[in-house]
């Protein structure tokens, strides 16, 4: 797979005011991306960058329900067209993903968003079970 080009509807969670990324392939770690932004983030972060976990690969089970102004403020009419990804935060005692905050890009367009889902009982800090 190669390097998507993404904008997002509205700058990711601490990537203020980025909203222009490119989602690369871990090279060796099938359905793990790095999401880079090329520019200078609010905190003064240059070149920031998030590990996003495809969730189809890893998370088959994850199914969380967008309202339909979600879905149509990235232009997504059919759920076949979403590219579903959780935001991963490795760290020494293991991986943890946030099921409560996904990124959902429409992959026809290339147009994404951070959501948080609301009324759904999801964990900010779900740990990844290790295969």
């Known amino acids: ?3 998507i080009p993404l904008t997002f509807t509205v700058a990711p969670f601490g990537l203020e005011p980025l909203v222009s990324f490119t989602l690369v ?3 060796g770690a099938n359905g793990l ?3 880079v932004g090329a520019g200078v983030t ?9 590990f996003l976990l495809d ?23 059919d759920p076949a067209d979403a590219m579903l ?22 992959a026809r367009t290339g147009v994404g968003a951070q959501f948080i889902l609301e009324d759904q009982d999801l964990p900010l800090r779900a740990e990844l079970a290790r295969r």
């Open 85 to 106: 990804l959780v935001v991963a935060n490795p760290g020494a005692a293991g991986t943890t993903v946030n099921l409560l905050a996904p990124v959902v890009v429409n």
């Open 55 to 77: 969730a189809a690969s890893h998370l088959p089970s994850y199914a969380p329900s967008l309202s339909d102004a979600q879905a149509a403020s990235i232009g997504l009419a």
């Open 25 to 27: 392939p871990v090279a």
């Open 33 to 35: 991306f790095t999401l």
């Open 42 to 50: 609010a905190s003064g972060a240059t070149d920031p960058r998030l």
């Open 1 to 3: 797979m190669s390097n």
